[in-house]
């Protein structure tokens, strides 16, 4: 699509449960985020990949939380051990590059409930 | 740290009504966005205000970028029944690319 794709869109897990979300960014976009997202809130910055670079994970709440990005294209989002503050939905963004005022591209989001 | 603030965190009105939206920091942002999110949506880049002072029109929707760069304004003109959704403010973080901080949102309710 031409879109960032995500999935999936809504997830119900156990507490104590792994998950995994994915992230299909915009074809050749070179910057991904994950941004979470509580009820009626702004969003909160998880990671950061930009090309080849080592991924900021300045934003990761704890080490439950975990990302990869794959030959530079798609990205999963592990979270190991959920606990219910965990449950949010979780936003990924692409963009063509960087740079400070570029424009970024946001999925619909993974909502993710943990019971 | 840098901030970004909005206020009112929730605004119901009546259409026709205009309403103004604020972003606020202590810090200078090289630029702010603004972003408008629907249920089950993703947030969408409404404008990019790059220059201090700068003024920015989308139809019925004005924005401003104060002289200082640390502030930035949302103007509805006649508010319509479609333009519900929450608004979202962001700004780079110093130095570190295309990272974004945003602001908590304004949840904008406009009723027929």
């Known amino acids: 699509g031409a879109g960032v794709s995500q999935s999936p869109s809504n997830k119900v897990t156990e507490k104590g449960k792994d998950v995994e979300l994915r992230c299909d960014p915009i074809s050749g976009h070179t910057a991904l985020y994950w941004y979470r997202q509580s009820l009626g809130q702004g969003l909160e910055f998880l990671i950061y990949f930009q090309g080849n670079s080592a991924p900021d994970k300045s934003g990761l709440p704890s080490d439950r939380f975990s990302a990869e990005r794959t030959g530079g294209s798609v990205s999963t989002l592990t979270i190991q051990r959920t606990q219910q503050e965990d449950s949010a939905v979780y936003l990924c963004?692409?963009?063509?590059?960087?740079?400070?005022?570029?424009?970024?591209?946001f999925g619909e989001g993974s909502w993710l409930t943990v019971v | 740290t840098q901030l970004l603030e909005q206020s009112p965190q929730f605004l119901s009105i009546q259409e026709g009504e205009n309403l103004t939206v604020y972003c606020n920091s202590s810090s200078v942002f090289s630029s702010l966005q603004w972003y408008r999110q629907e249920p089950g949506e993703g947030p969408v880049l409404l404008v990019t205000?790059?220059?201090?002072?700068e003024v920015k029109k989308l139809k019925r929707l004005t924005f401003q970028f104060g002289d200082a760069r640390k502030d930035s304004s949302l103007h509805i003109t006649a508010a319509q029944t479609g333009d519900t959704g929450l608004y979202l403010c962001?700004?780079?973080?110093?130095?570190?690319?295309?990272?974004?901080?945003f602001g908590q949102g304004t949840e904008l309710s406009v009723k027929p």
């Open positions: 963004a692409s963009s063509p590059w960087s740079g400070a005022s570029n424009t970024i591209y």
């Open positions: 205000v790059v220059t201090g002072g």
């Open positions: 962001a700004g780079p973080i110093y130095n570190q690319g295309g990272k974004l901080i």
